[in-house]
């Protein structure tokens, strides 16, 4: 029998004021480089998906949220080379600080609608229509 172990990754649709989202390019170097995702990685050993959440987005970005302000929205399933990726999107409105690209090469708040023209991991596509129609 074939064993499954998923890689579990969490990210976030952190939404503004205005109904954008917080997209970040990833870096020379990494998988997908120069793809717009959303914030977020890889939930580590021992790590609830909520508490990889609050990690990620102070290490990458730099802000303060808490898990009560995380609201599960959307999953992905999609094969990644000779893993499968299992995405858990959150949507998050309350954090503190301004997001700076600790990590990634830039940072841009988008409307959902403009996330259809820009190059964004295969996983990603659809929830675009999904976000579309939540926010
Ligand atoms: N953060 C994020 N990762 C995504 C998205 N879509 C997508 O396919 N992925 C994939 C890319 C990677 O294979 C995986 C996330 O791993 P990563 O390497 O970026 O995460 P990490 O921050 O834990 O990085 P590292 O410590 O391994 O360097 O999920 C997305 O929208 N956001």
Do not use: N
Not at 5 to 28: C, F, I, K, M, N
Not at 87 to 116: D, F, N
């Amino acid at each position: 029998m074939t064993s499954f172990s998923p890689l579990l990754v969490v990210a976030v649709a952190l939404v503004d004021a205005e109904g954008r989202v917080l997209l970040q390019q990833r870096p020379p170097g990494k998988p997908m480089a120069g793809l717009w995702e959303f914030p977020g990685g890889k939930v580590e050993a021992g790590e609830t998906p909520e508490a990889a959440l609050v990690r990620e987005l102070e290490e990458e970005l730099g802000i303060a949220t808490q898990e009560s302000c995380l609201a599960p929205a959307s999953f992905a399933s999609e094969a990644l080379g000779d893993r499968h990726l299992l995405l858990l999107l959150y949507v998050c409105r309350k954090w503190r600080g301004v997001p700076e690209a600790r990590h990634a090469t830039a940072l841009s708040w988008k409307r959902p609608a403009q996330m259809y023209a820009l190059d964004m991991p295969p996983a990603d596509l659809p929830l675009i229509g999904l976000l579309d129609a939540l926010l």
